[in-house]
């Protein structure tokens, strides 16, 4: 069965340092990978998704991630953080890919905190 | 387009009450789904509902209902609420056309209290 393991629940950076925030999945097909940002008070909104064209996928605000299949990884990068990054962020697994149900397996998030 | 939108937003319940929460999307999406977070632990689907009239249980059904009469809503009832159903509850779409790669679009979510 696919799962989702983010690894760090709470992670701090300082502005304009490097956000890394790891998720690694399991899945017996390839998978369809996504990131999805919460800010407070809000719904989750699609920062990037894998869907196997290119292995580096670039979404917005700046934030980019790269599947590595020998690694069973997609973790998201930003070069440079910003104060209005501060987020909790939901790595997502699609169960199958070709099924008839589209959906999704989500990580436990990882609460990104910036500090100025 | 308001995409999908969640009501309420806030509710109050006492133990043994009951409750709707009404999901509307204006996308035409196949499926529709419904889920509730609680901190550490993600979210986790609840029921879903792959076309109008169908409906399935997700991880987390019991304690829940849903109903899908209108293509466009997608109704999540509480027949007799306790305090472990307190949560965010978000209402999710999904097209079912090739290329939609699952992508899922949420409503802003309804928090649920139960006293």
């Known amino acids: 069965a696919q799962s989702v393991t983010q690894l760090g629940s709470h992670v701090s950076v300082s502005e304009g340092a490097l956000v890394l925030l790891r998720c690694n999945y399991s899945s017996s097909v390839p998978p369809y990978l996504f990131w999805y940002v919460q800010y407070p008070n809000q719904g989750l909104q699609l920062l990037l998704k894998y869907t196997s064209a290119a292995t580096l996928v670039k979404g917005i605000n700046g934030f980019e991630a790269e599947f590595k299949k020998s690694e069973t990884s997609f973790h998201l990068t930003k070069p440079s953080a910003h104060m209005r990054d501060a987020a909790e962020y939901f790595c997502a697994v699609s169960e199958a890919r070709g099924g008839a149900t589209n959906k999704l397996i989500f990580g436990t998030g990882t609460l990104l905190a910036v500090q100025p | 387009n308001a995409g999908v939108t969640q009501t309420p937003k806030f509710r109050v319940l006492k133990t043994g009450q009951s409750m709707t929460l009404l999901c509307a999307q204006d996308m035409n999406h196949e499926y529709m789904y419904w889920y509730r977070q609680d901190p550490g632990m993600g979210l986790r689907l609840i029921h879903y509902s792959v076309g109008e009239g169908t409906t399935a249980k997700g991880e987390v059904p019991d304690g829940y209902n849903v109903s899908r009469l209108k293509k466009q809503n997608f109704l999540l009832g509480l027949e007799s609420a306790a305090p472990s159903q307190t949560s965010v509850y978000f209402c999710?779409?999904?097209?079912?056309?090739?290329?939609?790669?699952?992508?899922?679009?949420f409503g802003p979510g309804t928090r649920l209290t139960v006293t």
């Open positions: 999710a779409s999904s097209s079912s056309l090739g290329g939609s790669s699952y992508e899922q679009y």
